[in-house]
């Protein structure tokens, strides 16, 4: 029997070996052996403090891929913190963890998007492209109609997640210590216009009590010390500002506003969203922090 050749023989040929390809076959084997673990305080205390790159899950479906520069457990505390305080399926155990200590540069890596690639005929990581890891979009975008897919319409935050005020804080304040400790505290972005009216929030009396209250309770006690302020409540974050239209905020779920009479008023916002579509995480920011606006930040605090 004849075997056919070639048509056309040759003893050389290219090869192109493809670095990136290997490291991201060998960073999702070596993910997918560990156990995840509860994304917990306990357990991220028996992390090194190293960087490296991590996968989230949600009752057990992936959902997240990111990476930590310099410390994984710092990294991963700021996503734990950011869930507690929203609305969602992230009860205790609920959200786990796995990840991995790498000493490669990270920075020109970028391990974190040749997993998301390598993911993606598994279900994919729908939070690497929905806007959970990003920062505070700053004061332009707070008018911005947030899209039905992104994280925060999906996941907003909790008015009733409670917090309890610093003992230096408690009893005789005004509303600038309040609002100081406050943001301290909470797990998402509390913005106020704190420029041109320092002296005006500072002499802004109130009464804080020696308790642990809601943050829309906390809302009411601070607007009702301030005539002519408006907090609003969007997706994401909360903003407190001199102005007095709350339909400037189509997204807005709730806000808080004195009336003439001295009653402050609580009432539902627009809650509009946009069609769901592509996030721009680019435009909005990159990762998890409260950094404030480049355009505006002497204005916010």
């Given at each position: 029997?004849?075997?056919?050749?070639?048509s056309?023989?040759?003893?050389?040929d290219?090869?192109?070996?493809?670095?990136?390809?290997a490291?991201a076959d060998?960073?999702?084997?070596?993910?997918?052996?560990?156990?995840?673990?509860?994304?917990?305080?306990?357990?991220?205390?028996?992390?090194?403090?190293?960087g490296?790159v991590?996968?989230?899950?949600?009752?057990?479906?992936?959902?997240?891929?990111?990476?930590?520069?310099?410390?994984?457990?710092?990294?991963l505390t700021?996503h734990?913190?950011?869930?507690?305080?929203?609305?969602?399926?992230?009860?205790?155990?609920?959200?786990?963890?796995?990840?991995?200590?790498?000493?490669?540069?990270?920075?020109?890596?970028?391990?974190?998007?040749?997993l998301?690639?390598?993911y993606?005929d598994?279900?994919?990581?729908p939070?690497?492209?929905n806007?959970?890891?990003?920062?505070?979009?700053g004061?332009?975008?707070?008018?911005?109609?947030?899209?039905a897919?992104?994280?925060?319409?999906?996941?907003?935050?909790?008015?009733?997640?409670?917090?309890?005020?610093?003992?230096?804080?408690?009893?005789?304040?005004d509303a600038?210590?309040?609002?100081?400790d406050l943001?301290?505290?909470?797990?998402?972005?509390?913005?106020?216009?704190?420029t041109?009216?320092?002296?005006?929030?500072?002499?802004?009396?109130?009464?804080v009590?020696a308790?642990?209250?809601?943050?829309?309770q906390w809302?009411?006690?601070?607007?009702?010390?301030?005539?002519?302020w408006?907090a609003?409540?969007?997706?994401?974050?909360?903003?407190?500002y001199?102005?007095?239209d709350?339909?400037?905020?189509h997204?807005?779920?709730?806000?808080?506003?004195?009336?003439?009479?001295?009653?402050?008023?609580?009432a539902?916002?627009q809650?509009?969203?946009?069609?769901?579509?592509?996030?721009?995480?680019?435009?909005?920011?990159?990762?998890?922090?409260?950094?404030?606006?480049?355009?505006?930040?002497?204005?916010?605090?």
């Amino acid at each position: 029997m004849a075997f056919s050749q070639p048509s056309d023989p040759r003893p050389d040929d290219d090869f192109k070996l493809s670095i990136t390809r290997a490291l991201a076959d060998q960073l999702h084997s070596a993910l997918d052996r560990l156990t995840p673990t509860s994304l917990s305080v306990d357990e991220l205390a028996r992390l090194q403090q190293r960087g490296g790159v991590y996968v989230l899950f949600v009752d057990g479906s992936r959902v997240y891929v990111g990476k930590a520069d310099a410390s994984l457990p710092a990294r991963l505390t700021q996503h734990m913190r950011k869930l507690s305080g929203r609305i969602g399926p992230f009860a205790a155990g609920a959200v786990t963890f796995v990840c991995l200590y790498v000493d490669e540069d990270l920075e020109a890596s970028a391990p974190e998007k040749l997993l998301i690639k390598a993911y993606l005929d598994e279900g994919g990581v729908p939070w690497n492209n929905n806007g959970f890891g990003n920062k505070d979009p700053g004061r332009n975008r707070d008018t911005t109609i947030v899209r039905a897919n992104h994280f925060d319409a999906l996941y907003p935050i909790n008015l009733n997640f409670p917090v309890a005020l610093d003992a230096a804080v408690v009893g005789d304040s005004d509303a600038l210590a309040c609002l100081t400790d406050l943001k301290k505290k909470l797990p998402y972005l509390l913005r106020f216009g704190r420029t041109g009216h320092t002296r005006e929030l500072q002499a802004a009396k109130l009464t804080v009590p020696a308790v642990e209250l809601p943050l829309r309770q906390w809302m009411k006690l601070i607007v009702g010390a301030l005539p002519g302020w408006l907090a609003t409540a969007l997706p994401g974050y909360v903003i407190l500002y001199k102005e007095q239209d709350p339909d400037r905020y189509h997204s807005a779920i709730t806000y808080w506003r004195r009336e003439a009479d001295g009653v402050v008023i609580e009432a539902a916002g627009q809650g509009q969203q946009a069609p769901a579509g592509v996030i721009d995480e680019d435009e909005e920011a990159g990762e998890v922090a409260d950094a404030p606006p480049q355009a505006d930040a002497a204005d916010d605090s």
